[in-house]
Nanobody, 114 residues
Framework: QVQLVESGGGLVQAGGSLRLSCAASGSIFSINAMGWYRQAPGKQRELVATITSGGSTNYADSVKGRFTISRDNAKNLMYLQMNNLKPEDTAVYYC????????WGQGTQVTVSS
């Protein structure tokens, strides 16, 4: 079983950058897909980006060209590099595994001021 802990959230100005980290208590080498979700107040949780064990990535249209998802299997870490942040990026960001067993982190708050 994998436990996930997000970190790196905070308050940034529009146009700024932030890198989120997701640390796994167990190996993520065998997890073929992981991703980041976000949920803003009063809105549905949405999928932001995914990455496979082989490094293939997909992004929501709203973050393409601004966000980069990556993973370091040797260190059991997944990252979300967020550049050119916008106020609409404000949300709680969650990391998640995909597959027969889904594991979620506790979330980390990202707030982007205008």
């Amino acid at each position: 079983q994998v436990q996930l802990v997000e970190s790196g959230g905070g308050l940034v100005q529009a146009g700024g950058s932030l890198r989120l980290s997701c640390a796994a208590s167990g190996s993520i080498f065998s997890i073929n897909a992981m991703g980041w979700y976000r949920q803003a107040p009063g809105k549905q949780r949405e999928l932001v980006a995914t990455i496979t064990s082989g490094g293939s990535t997909n992004y929501a249209d709203s973050v393409k060209g601004r966000f980069t998802i990556s993973r370091d299997n040797a260190k059991n870490l997944m990252y979300l590099q967020m550049n050119n942040l916008k106020p609409e990026d404000t949300a709680v960001y969650y990391c998640k595994t995909f597959g027969p067993s889904a594991f979620w982190g506790q979330g980390t708050q990202v707030t982007v001021s205008s």
